[in-house]
């Protein structure tokens, strides 16, 4: 008989997390893979940690450069502190140097594998300006998003539209997948009929003033529309002035940034969502709003129609050429009264099914131990 070799387990994946520490967004990821079993978390942060952060690791699996990134752009400061970093990373000697938002934080990671000559390799995340608007800033910006997503072993992104961007910047794998919910809210909660959310962010890319402009439209034929604001931003201030303005002050009201618990219940009694960017990729709080059985009003994005499918009966598309006045959008969402409770219905199921994020991590995680596998 053969002498058999005891089976060894196999060893965890080192991965480190490189993006903003005190962003909900990189917690969320960091929550998921440090919840997973073979997975070895550690994680460089360009600002410093929230406490829910630190609880997750230790002090010497964080990396924190303090640096005061600008919402606008201009952070070239950040890569001052390549050096300390890249020298952290050598220590560390982890598998994998997963980006998030691939500017900054990707060419950080890939800047200190060339420099540092790092056997990890990096993984490269997505997040939406990234890569559909910055690389058209200008030659520099495209050609560091190009260098970035070339060197990675792995991309991921949270919408068709924007996986077809990565791949035309120089892109190889990319595995496609929502910024999906945690787990799915508290069902059945009564519905306010005429009550609106908005929470996007108060900057210009996600054009707040269009919210307002639409929903002084929505307000002049149906007086007893309510909408809530959350969040805040730069253009808090103006935005006020503009509902005074508008002669909606009385039915908007701005309650600045929310906890998560608070936010839920802001989703849980609007039927009605609202969200008017620019630019965006699949959004986490329009995927909120749809759990919480919300009836979304999106602007005219190719993410945004993946979101609600098309004809599926999800929520709207907002005519692009209807704004600033959007004549025709009162008329719309009166016609979608009587089937508004339905369709919150279905973007609960449809979230359950496509939009929870577990799974999604757990598909990403073995897809890297195949790329970790000698075989």
Known sequence: MKNLKPTQAAQPIKLVLIGDGESPHL??????????????????????????????????????????????????????????LGAWLKRVDADFLHAHYLTSHGTLAWAARRGWRLRARIIASAWGSDILVTPNLGWGYRWLT???????????????????????????????????????????????????????????????????QAFAALAAQIPEARMVVANDGSLRAELETLARKLGVSEQV??????????????YARARWYLSLPQSDSVSVSVLEAMAHACVPLLSDLPANHELLGEGAGRGLIVDAGAMPGFPGLPAQVLALENQAQDMGAANRTWVAQHGLFAPAVQRFLNRLRELDSPN
């Open 253 to 266: 009201q701005f309650v600045g940034r929310l906890d998560a618990k608070a936010q839920a219940l802001h």
């Open 146 to 212: 190009t260098q970035v997503l070339k060197a990675s072993a792995l991309c991921t992104s949270d919408s068709r539209h924007m996986t077809a961007r990565m791949q035309e910047l120089g892109a190889g794998e990319v595995m496609t997948f929502p910024f999906g919910l945690d787990a799915m809210p508290k069902a059945n909660v009564p519905k306010q009929p005429w009550l609106f959310f908005a929470n996007r962010g108060l900057e210009p890319i996600y054009r707040p003033q269009l919210v307002l």
């Open 27 to 84: 917690l969320k990821w960091a929550r998921a893979l440090a919840q997973s079993p073979g997975v070895e978390l550690w994680a460089a942060s360009s600002r410093g940690f929230t406490p829910e952060f630190e609880a997750l690791l230790p002090a010497a699996r964080r990396y924190a450069m303090q640096t005061k990134p600008d919402h606008g752009g201009g952070n070239l400061g950040l890569f001052m502190h390549l050096p300390g």
